[in-house]
């Protein structure tokens, strides 16, 4: 056979995809090889003719064309399709008499019998050549790619890439909703849109689609409530007073074909032992409709393989039924009207029957459904939460039966597996119910076993009623003399619960994207005359309805013969239904209308099965690893006899007789088939077999089967496991008492992870199954991509079985095996594998569950043996080579936790009972112990005893006193994550000792030998190091040791008394303190989270401390120091208040900010100032919001106490003494009227002794006072009128303010001390100025990682002066002018940030000059403090500046400026001036070097009291200005007297027009000097006196130029000619607040310019200001 495999082809093609074919079984068939010029991937079948697709993309057809014009009628070779070469076709399909093919742009070609548009090419009968065909959305002009093609007789189906189907030819089988055939377009199957389809086939005359089911979480379209096709409610609920009815009994006439002649009545098969019961049909319908097949449940009455009898027509009362059920279809997840309604009804239902229900126990009770027209409804997740939360009580019922048709129940026994309705034999069920195990007799016995672990698995979830009206009944005890005796037997047996045993989250976490999914429905449409549907009856489906037995069968894989279906599952069986005539159907019930299983013996597993005609062919795996074939249906008879006998075919068509010996029983295994190679799939079709196989070149395809056969043998193994012994085991009732609560959620975590595991075997079984059909290569093996997932699910497994095991759980489940599996274990025994006889159950049931671990081991077998095949160099061998060793490694490591399980399990039953129950976890192993007197404790009394126990996570220490009955009284665990221990310094003593340290214990142990030492020291520290990596990290083994590290991050929770008590701390750690960051919680729920050092809070942190009484928490952030708050932070009190300033030792001190209340409450305030010890003591100002008074003074103990300043919003203002918080001793009054009191004060505003009070005018009152200023004084004393003539004299009685307030330099001390220490010094100056800088450096980068910890903070331009910061300036050596401007630049940069030093010093003086002199501060009477406070400021900012740069000369010292740098002499002055002027230089001054960077930050509130202060002369300024300025230009010259030759303008008396000058007219405003008047008003704008003293010099200079551009020649100004020219520059500037600019230039002004140039412009801009005050107008 094989020697003719050798010909024309090139080497490779000899080796793979080889093409075999024959037909029948009979031994004397040999297959024949059809020789192809390159390796076949896929073969399709017609009724005569096969198209075969080959490497490369080319396709030949063989057999009988008749399209073709040309061929003579006799069979052909295969001949290539010319039509196709230059397209790449992926995909081929042959229906009975067409063809079709996808190209790799999803382009679908057809040809072949068009006569029914199977081709979809209109106005042809038949296509001779491959022709594209368009399948076009409507309205749309781009074709939608396909993925691949199926054919049947008469129609096509395509399945496109958004896996949606399309169909078109003739027939219901193409799902749509057309009348008229042929369809020649293709069109969407609008029935299957929004499902993801994985797969489509096409009998003769049904199509059958495989869907990916719909998860609980992701509904992939809209829920269907009502009928596509009539728009009626699919869903009716009505609600009667003891149970609800939900009826979907929607009868829609387009939804079932109808038949002329009415359907035969079958009658009911019943077992001897019980009586018939008549079941009632609800398909009386409108005298007009024709009746309906009945449709009875394929999950009740179909599981015996019989149909339920239609309504006799002796019953006398039919119930009426409105409408007649039929098929329609519906989404899963149609939601009913009033589903929260029912869902309530029904909670009130279960807590009210938990008593009465005793007797419905066992499940659920399965009503046989009564027949009805309606086919495979979809059930609604309602119907599913109802059987849920009524739980093992509700019994799914017919509304209409009364309670005498209550017989109808059928109670399932303990094991559920007789929930086939009445209709199997009893002989039957016992048999069945005596041995789980054993092979079934008969299909029907399969089916039912199978179809009763469907509804176990399903026992809560949506699709076990499928069909006419469900109404949820509660069964109460009157129910029970209805019930046969022999079912109340039944319910004696012990009880079951019902466990769903379905992946968690279903499956892997990425299985939906990676792995092939298993959760899959399969929909089937077309004719049904021979059961090919598998809805249960004959009808025809116009539309795809999903065939409810089969969901949850895992179905992989569907194909379709003419009249009959074949489903393949993930675990590797076969269903099949339909015409069985020929026995194509692998089983003998004829014909089926609900899938069955095909009879196959023990252990074959088939995993390509492809259905013809009237045959079967079975692709599965045997004993060996090469696959073998099963052929089961018609036998082929040699040519001679074909014509007789497809006459006598045709007669038995006729009378449906049985004729033995021309089909097979059951699948029959075809012998030829170990010489076909390696088979990679099976094709048949028409009367053809066709097999396509693999020559094993160097092993690589045996390797490959081996691994797919292994994997599908696995999934097999572990779904026994879980239907035979998991789910039997969960299911028991007594399993909670037997296990505990603790053991018990183990085992249930266990069955989860069980599953999981098994799930993804399944999935990847499937993926390698499909790779084994299409690819056969390496590159498509999903463990070498995805490893980890499966590395990740085996180690999770494992875990769980070992923390079971640890816990004692296989131990306690030996009862209730017993209950189960009775006293000799065979099952267990087949299963786990163990050949030892007489093993005891526990240790069976240990080796079950460790099982799963050696198939890792094979993992790695056949992945070393997969990577022999390849080349050592090339990426496919390093690619297995490494996965091998991750599967090995991962081997090794599972053997050496379940040794470590083992261990710990042994040591735990030998140990002392009482700690047992506190210490054994799930999670805990022993790792070493010292009962061996190997470790004790250094000092221990002579009769205590101590016992260390080494776990995994923790070191336990058991104490305990020799003589006692219980040893060990004590016992503390230490967790190993915070847990340090190093060798003792070894001394001479001889002693081996360890110390150990843990947060709250220091101790030192002695080792009985220094090989112990050694042993418990590597011991601990490799189990620290572990517990600190997390489990699984140690897959490296126990070889690899480094010391775990001293710092490290841990949880703690602290046990003894003091601060810490029952505190848990998480965070890092350094040698059992916490260290670093982390998070402090108290049981009482304060919280600090922030910077530990040595133990104790250190560096920036957070602390939240609740408070129970407010119902609010205090909350500070800020520094710490040892435990305590300190440092600079911000307090919020739960009372509302908070401070924001200096802590030292956890009380405020320093400087500091505390705002109370908000401003709509009782007392809303604002302090700031300093504080000593937790209370207000030093200078402070204190803003009263409520009074609207405002304090500035001197404090002790919360107190005014001292000298101080009060104003008032009212504009009164006190100075003078305080003293017990009150105004008391001498002080000053003035009313906002200057009416003024000087004198003694007894309490606030209240005068008492003597004083002076003088009015506004003058007139004084001299004597002694009392009374409250503002409510009638008392007075006793004289009162005096100076005397006209005295009034020079007794001016001078005007009060001197600020005597009696704090002086300026004592001011915001806190604030500047501060600084200092911040730079590190104790006291202002003293300190090392290179100590300094570094405390800067620090300062800096500090803050800077605090603030990137919240970078929204750091804008881009500040991060930007931060990196100029960075640099530190040259700060020694002498000054020159270069190096004075670069610490003028660093200043600048340095108070641009909070960051640094000085500029939070001076963001800190900004704070409190704006508190004080802001809102009520901002009174006249305190700009002399005010300026003098800035005054202060300067000096003392410019004595840290020195301290810095301490070669700075001092104030008023001069630097010299280089020679050439000589200002140009262009201020032309009087020569005296300029003989006066001081020598080239830069005179150094705190105002020149500071004032540009502070005032400009205090100049709004500064500004706001000069304005206030100037107000009147002001006023009496601007009116001048403004009446003035009414006058055009040269009234205006006129009038101020300025010389006619300064007048830009031609006289005719003076001198010509100089060139080009327009003249001026009379009437023109503005127009003179305008660039001199543009300029001056731009003093409003700036804010240094140094900068408003340089506009007026630019003002100077322009009135110059445009003088000597008048007189064509320079010209020496006289004070004479300049003052009147200035003057009207300066009434045109219109400057609104000169007497504030004038008096701040004045005020705060260069002490070193006064005399200079600036000096003498400034006085005469002075001179202009009095001179238009004073202006009269004549």
């Not at 076949?40 to 030949?60: D, F, K, R, T």
């Not at 179909?302 to 027509?313: D, L």
């Not at 056969?776 to 070498?784: I, Y």
Request: glycine share 8%.
């Amino acid at each position: 056979m094989e020697a003719q495999g050798k010909s024309s082809e090139d080497d490779d093609g000899g080796e793979r995809g080889l093409l075999h074919s024959w037909r029948g079984y009979s031994y004397s068939v040999v297959p024949e090889r059809l020789l192809l010029p390159r390796p076949v991937l896929q073969v399709a079948l017609g009724a005569q003719h096969g198209v075969l697709l080959v490497e490369g993309g080319q396709v030949y057809t063989f057999g009988e064309l008749p399209w073709k014009q040309t061929q003579a009628s006799q069979p052909t070779k295969p001949t290539p399709e010319n039509a196709l070469s230059g397209q790449r076709v992926v995909a081929v399909a042959a229906g009975s008499f067409h063809s079709g093919a996808v190209t790799e742009d999803g382009s679908v070609h057809m040809w072949g019998d068009n006569a029914a548009g199977q081709c979809g090419l209109s106005g042809l009968s038949c296509v001779p050549n491959p022709t594209p065909v368009a399948l076009l959305e409507p309205g749309g002009a781009q074709s939608v790619p396909v993925l691949e093609l199926a054919c049947g007789e008469k129609h096509s189906l395509a399945l496109s890439a958004q896996r949606e189907v399309w169909a078109w030819g003739s027939g219901c089988q193409l799902g749509l909703k057309e009348a008229v055939f042929p369809v020649w377009k293709p069109q969407k199957v609008e029935q299957l849109a929004g499902r993801w389809v994985l797969q489509v086939a096409c009998g003769a005359s049904h199509s059958l689609a495989l869907v990916r089911c719909v998860g609980p979480d992701g509904i992939q379209r809209p829920p269907v409530d009502k009928c596509n096709q009539c728009n009626q409610l699919l869903y009716t609920m009505t609600d009667k007073e003891d149970h609800v009815i939900i009826s979907d009994g929607h009868y829609c006439p387009m939804g079932v074909e109808a038949r002329e002649d009415p359907p035969p009545t079958q009658t009911l098969k019943a077992s001897p032992s019980e009586p018939i019961l008549p079941s009632h049909s609800s398909s009386t319908s409108t005298p007009a409709a024709p009746t309906p097949d009945p449709t009875p449940d394929p999950e009740d009455s179909q599981k015996g393989g019989t149909t339920t009898a239609a309504r006799p027509p002796s019953d006398p009362d039919p119930p009426p039924s409105p409408k007649a059920a039929a098929s329609t279809s519906s989404s899963k997840s149609s939601p009913y009207p009033g589903e929260k309604e029912v869902k309530e009804y029904l909670r009130k239902l279960s807590d009210a029957s938990q008593t009465e229900a005793k007797m419905a126990n066992g499940g659920l009770h399965a009503l046989q459904a009564p027949p009805s027209g309606r086919g495979q409804s979809a059930l609604n997740s309602l119907v599913a939460s109802c059987a849920s939360a009524v739980g093992e009580r509700v019994a799914s019922t017919y509304e209409a039966l009364s309670l005498k048709r209550m017989m109808n129940f059928y109670l399932p026994s303990s094991r559920l597996e007789a929930l086939g309705g009445a209709a199997d034999g009893g002989a039957e069920r016992v048999r069945r119910e005596e041995s789980v195990q054993a092979k079934k007799s008969s299909s029907t016995g399969d089916i039912h076993e199978e179809e009763a672990e469907g509804l176990r698995r399903r026992l809560s979830l949506p699709g076990l009623l499928s069909q006419g009206r469900y109404a949820v009944h509660l069964l109460s005890s009157s129910y029970g003399p209805l019930l046969s005796p022999r079912l109340l037997r039944k319910m004696g047996r012990s009880r079951t619960r019902a466990f769903a045993l379905t992946p968690m989250g279903g499956g892997v976490p990425e299985d939906q994207e990676v792995f092939p999914t298993l959760q899959t429905e399969v929909w089937s449409w077309g004719h049904g005359e021979q059961g090919e549907l598998g809805h249960g009856d004959n009808l025809d489906r116009l539309q795809p309805f999903c065939i409810k037995s089969l969901n949850k069968k895992e179905v992989i894989r569907v194909s379709a013969g003419a009249h009959h279906s074949i489903a393949l599952t993930a675990q590797s069986q076969v269903y099949s239904w339909g015409s069985n005539l020929s026995g194509q159907l692998g089983h003998m019930d004829t014909p089926s209308t609900v899938p069955r299983l095909a009879k196959l013996s023990e252990g074959i597993r088939v995993w390509d099965a492809s259905a013809g005609e009237r045959h079967t062919l079975l692709l599965a795996d045997g004993d060996c690893i090469q696959p073998i074939i099963y052929y089961s249906g018609q036998q082929v008879k040699e040519a001679g006899e074909e014509e007789k006998v497809e006459k006598m075919e045709e007669e038995e068509e006729e009378e449906e007789d049985e004729r033995p010996g021309g089909y097979t029983q059951q699948p029959v295994l075809l012998p030829f088939c170990m010489n076909l190679g390696f088979v990679s799939s099976v094709v048949a079709g028409g009367r053809r077999c066709v097999a396509l196989s693999d020559r094993n070149v160097m092993g690589f395809i045996s390797s490959l089967h081996e691994l797919a056969s292994a994997e599908r043998k696995f999934y097999c193994k572990l779904c026994d496991i879980k239907s035979q012994v998991l789910r039997p085991l969960l299911e028991l009732e007594s399993l909670s008492s037997a296990l505990g609560p603790a053991a018990t959620e183990l085992l249930q975590t266990l069955a989860g992870r069980f599953s999981l595991l098994s799930h993804l075997t399944g999935q990847h079984g499937a993926s390698l199954t499909a790779n084994l059909r299409r690819g056969r290569d390496v590159s498509s093996l999903l463990m070498l991509e995805h490893a980890s997932i499966f590395l990740d699910v085996y180690n999770d497994y494992c875990s769980t079985v070992g923390n079971f095991f640890v816990m004692g759980g296989f131990h306690a489940l030996t009862k209730p095996s017993l209950d189960i599996f009775g006293k000799s274990p065979e099952l267990l025994q087949r299963l786990s594998e163990c050949s030892e006889e007489n093993t005891v159950t526990s240790d069976l049931l240990v080796a079950l569950f460790y099982l799963p671990t050696q198939h890792l081991h094979e993992y790695g077998r056949l992945l070393l043996k997969l990577a022999t095949c390849f080349e050592v160099s090339s990426g496919d061998y390093q690619k297995l080579q490494d996965s091998c060793s991750k599967f090995e490694a991962l081997t090794l490591q599972l053997k050496r936790k379940r040794k470590e399980a083992e261990y710990t399990f042994h040591f735990w039953k030998s140990f002392p009972g009482k700690m047992t129950d506190s210490l054994r976890k799930p999670n805990r192993r022993l790792i070493y112990e010292s009962s061996n007197k190997s470790l004790t404790v250094q000092n221990a009394g002579r009769f205590s005893v101590n016992w260390f126990i080494l776990f995994n996570d923790s070191l336990v220490h058991a104490q305990g006193v020799a003589p006692c009955k219980n040893l060990f009284s004590t016992h503390h665990i230490f967790a190993l994550a915070t847990l340090w221990v190093e060798p003792a310094p070894e001394d001479n003593s001889g002693l081996h000792g360890l110390k150990v340290v843990t947060p709250e214990e220091t101790l030192t142990l002695l080792a009985s030998s220094s090989a112990e030492k050694t042993k418990w020291l590597r011991a601990i520290n490799q189990a620290v190091d572990q517990a600190l990596s997390g489990a699984g990290q140690d897959a490296s083994g126990p070889a690899s040791k480094s010391d775990p590290p001293i710092s490290r991050t841990a949880s703690y929770t602290f046990y003894k008394d003091g601060r810490l008590k029952d505190a848990t701390y998480e965070g890092r750690w350094l040698a059992g303190k916490p260290h670093g960051r982390g998070i402090l919680k108290w049981p009482d729920g304060r919280i600090y989270t922030g910077s530990f050092k040595s133990g104790l809070e250190d560096g920036f942190g957070e602390f939240a401390c609740p408070n129970k009484a407010l119902n609010q928490g205090d909350l500070y952030q800020g520094y710490w120091k040892e435990g305590k708050m300190h440092g600079l932070g911000t307090y919020r009190y739960a009372s509302g208040e908070v401070y924001d300033g200096s802590f030292q030792d956890g009380m405020r001190q320093g400087h500091g900010m505390l705002r109370s209340g908000k401003h709509n409450t009782s007392s809303p305030s604002v302090f700031i100032g300093q504080w000593l010890q937790d209370k207000k003591t030093g200078y402070g100002v204190f803003d009263d919001i409520t009074k609207g008074e405002k304090y500035m003074g001197m404090w002790q103990d919360h107190q005014r106490q001292g000298t101080g300043v009060v104003v008032t919003q009212f504009g009164l203002y006190y100075e003078g003494a305080f003293k017990d918080n009150k105004m008391m001793g001498t002080g000053i009054l003035l009313s906002e009227d200057d009416t003024t009191y000087e004198g003694e004060f007894s309490d606030d505003w209240t005068l008492s002794g003597k004083g002076v009070l003088t009015m506004p005018n003058g007139d004084y009152l001299e004597g002694s006072f009392s009374g409250e200023w503002g409510s009638g004084l008392k007075v006793t004393g004289s009162y005096f009128k100076p005397n006209l003539f005295d009034a020079e004299k007794d001016r001078n009685r005007a009060v001197k303010l600020g005597r009696m307030s704090v002086r300026a330099e004592e001011k915001w001390q806190a604030v500047f001390e501060e600084c200092w220490s911040e730079l590190g010094c104790e006291a202002p100056g003293e300190g090392e100025h290179l100590k300094a800088w570094e405390n800067i450096a620090v300062a800096l980068t500090s803050r800077r990682q605090q603030i990137q910890d919240s970078p929204e903070i750091l804008s881009r331009s500040h991060s930007k002066t931060l990196e100029g910061l960075e640099v530190i300036p040259q700060h020694e050596g002498p000054i020159t002018i270069e190096r004075y401007h670069s610490i003028r630049l660093y200043l600048l940069k340095a108070c641009d940030t909070p960051l640094h030093p000085l500029g939070r010093l001076l963001e800190t003086l900004v704070a409190v000059y704006r508190m004080t002199y802001v809102g009520v501060g901002a009174n006249r009477r305190l700009l002399p403090q005010a300026v003098n406070e800035i005054k202060s400021y300067l000096c003392r900012i410019f004595q840290i500046v020195r301290f810095l740069f301490p070669d700075l000369p001092e104030e008023g010292g001069l630097i010299p400026e280089p020679a050439e740098n000589l200002p140009d002499g262009n201020q032309e002055m009087s020569a005296d001036t300029r003989t006066e002027s001081p020598k080239p230089g830069r005179v150094v001054s705190s105002s020149a070097l500071l004032l540009p960077v502070l005032l400009p930050r205090l100049y709004p509130p500064l500004f706001t009291l000069y304005a206030l202060e100037k107000e009147k002369e002001d006023d009496m300024y601007w009116e001048c200005v403004l009446r003035l300025n009414k006058q055009p230009d040269l009234a205006l010259l006129a009038f101020l007297g300025v010389q006619q030759k300064f007048w830009p303008v031609s006289i005719p008396n003076s001198l010509p027009a100089p060139g080009g000058k327009q003249p001026v007219a009379s009437s023109t405003k503005d127009a003179c000097f305008a660039s001199a008047v543009e300029t001056l008003q731009q003093i409003s704008t700036t804010f240094t006196p140094s900068d408003k003293l340089q506009v007026i010099q630019l003002t100077f200079e322009e009135i110059t130029q445009e003088v000597q551009s008048l007189l064509k020649q320079d010209f020496l100004w006289s004070m004479d000619d300049l003052f009147p020219v200035f003057l009207y520059v300066v009434l045109r500037a219109r400057i609104r607040n000169l007497g504030s600019e004038v008096s701040l230039i004045e005020d705060l002004m260069d002490p070193c310019v006064q005399h200079g140039e600036h000096g003498i412009m400034f006085t005469t801009l002075k001179a202009c200001y009095y001179q238009i005050q004073h202006e009269k107008i004549t």
